[in-house]
């Protein structure tokens, strides 16, 4: 019986994954936690098979928790959940040990999929995915600027090429304006830009925003 972990800080999204994944072949153990410090806490205390982790999530980001849950159990098979389309989060997720990346867009049956792909130990990923990672590999292939921050400060550039402002930026993640305001110095630093208008522009053409 697969003993499988549902993180997201949404209620109603638990509850469609609950009942989605009601529908496997077997029966499968589900459990659940509503943010990443509780998703630590449970995979600490207990074993699991699959943890299906929402890579936004108040407090530390889900690219940090999977990095930590890695780290502590590297035979966890993880599989990233996500609003964003693949383009943004799935190429880091997949570095940094995920076993697959599914946007909530996705349908149920490629849900059930990407879970019985990945207890057998296997990755998953789209076809579009499958395009994006052999660009990336490309040996000649240019590195984008927004590669070489962070995942927290990616993260944050994508909010603010959003539109969204330092204050509600820090409101969504649980963080200090402060810390937010320091992590916009760092982007603008890295991506050799003066002001948000540019992060917003660059965004907007790569694809990024929220």
């Not at 999530?57 to 990095?67: E, H, N, T, V, W």
């Not at 990945?118 to 927004?146: C, D, F, Q, T």
């Not at 927290?152 to 330092?166: A, D, N, P, V």
């Not at 509600?168 to 050799?192: D, F, N, P």
């Amino acid at each position: 019986m697969l003993r499988i972990l549902i993180a997201d800080d949404h209620a109603i999204v638990r509850e469609g994954l609950k009942q989605i994944l009601a529908e496997m072949p077997g029966k499968a153990l589900l459990d659940e936690a509503v943010n990443g410090q509780e998703a630590l806490q449970k995979v600490w205390e207990s074993d699991y098979d699959i943890v299906l982790l929402d890579i936004s999530m108040p407090g530390r980001s889900g690219l940090d928790i999977l990095k930590q849950l890695k780290g502590d159990k590297p035979a966890l098979q993880i599989l990233m959940l996500s609003m964003h389309p693949e383009e943004q989060y799935a190429v880091r997720a997949l570095k940094a040990g995920a076993a697959g990346y599914l946007t909530k867009e996705s349908t149920p049956h490629e849900l059930l999929e990407a879970v019985q792909k990945i207890s057998e130990g296997k990755k998953y990923v789209s076809s579009s995915l499958a395009e994006a990672l052999a660009r990336h590999l490309e040996a000649n292939s240019e590195r984008p600027l927004h590669e070489t921050l962070s995942d927290r400060e990616y993260e944050i550039m994508c909010m603010i090429g959003s539109g969204k402002m330092i204050k509600e930026i820090a409101g969504e993640l649980s963080l200090s304006i402060k810390t937010v305001s320091t992590y916009r110095s760092r982007i603008l630093s890295k991506m050799q830009m003066k002001n948000n208008a540019q992060l917003i522009q660059y965004a907007i053409q790569n694809r990024l925003g929220y």
